[in-house]
């Protein structure tokens, strides 16, 4: 028994499919503004956080919010700045020096999910980009 042989396309043969190229969330979700203002939203509220802005020693919170923000822009798709300068993310080891416990975990939710809410973005997004941070900030809990 031979083969089928494959029928040339001609002109009237339907063409075969172009695969769909998806947005990254990074780009769907409007890029770099979008990560900038979710950043910036959460690091008013820890600038005056009695329990979480101790753990920032610089006086400044702007490197630690364009930190946040590389970081943030490379997960979900955007330009991988943040490893090209910092290296691999490493964020238990990198959050270690602090004792990160239930109420500090508590409290940075609180913010971040003001700055998340503040974005408005439309589902499935909004899930997402939530469900990833309160995954995150359980994770990283050292202390009780």
Known sequence: MTAPRELPLTPSSPKPAEPVAEASFFV??????????????FYEGVATDPLLRPMYPEEDLGPAADR???F?????????????SRGHPRLRMRHAP???TPAARDA?????????DSLGLPEPHYSALWDYLERAAYFMVNAE
């Open 28 to 41: 769907a979700v409007g890029g770099e503004p979008t990560f900038r203002r979710l950043v910036d939203k």
């Open 68 to 70: 946040l923000t590389l």
């Open 72 to 84: 943030l822009m490379q997960y979900w798709g955007g330009p991988n700045t943040y490893s090209a």
């Open 98 to 100: 602090f004792e990160v």
């Open 108 to 116: 940075w939710l609180t913010h971040m999910r003001a700055a998340v």
